[in-house]
């Protein structure tokens, strides 16, 4: 009898040990990469985020961008983990990533961009309306 009792504990201690939920609060970490963080108006940059931690399924992780430091994200979250972005303006940008792990866990990572106003040749842009015609055509012409 006594040895029944003992076999009735052990499965209720297996059974209680088998029902637990399991304490999965992975917290996502990475670094955001870009071969360059100076540069140009007329730059496009290549920025990527590389996970410094492995993930415990190999889930796939999802990232969102805020250009410009301000906290409100210019980006839906996305399981693309490179993206190019231009700077429009010169100044010194604050770019944050915010990474979601599948169990809902969150990480924010930020780097420093420097950019300078950049000139490009213009391009020309010439307009003929209309582009038929015979000789008592009136034809426009812009060149703007």
Known sequence: MKN?????????YLLV?????ENNQYIPRFDIVSKKTDGLTTDIFSISINP????????KLHC???????SIFNTRFSDELEVNHRF???GQYKVICEVLSLNGQKTRNSLIFNIQQGY?????????????????????????
């Open 17 to 21: 040990l088998g029902c637990q939920k």
């Open 52 to 59: 410094t931690t492995n993930t415990p399924t190999d889930e």
């Open 4 to 12: 029944g009792r003992f076999y009735i504990i052990f499965l209720f």
């Open 88 to 90: 429009l303006q010169p």
């Open 120 to 144: 490009s040749p213009p391009k020309a842009n010439f307009i003929v309306e209309p582009e038929t015609g015979h000789f008592k055509t009136d034809f426009f012409f812009d060149a703007s």
């Open 64 to 70: 969102r961008w805020d250009w410009d430091g301000d």
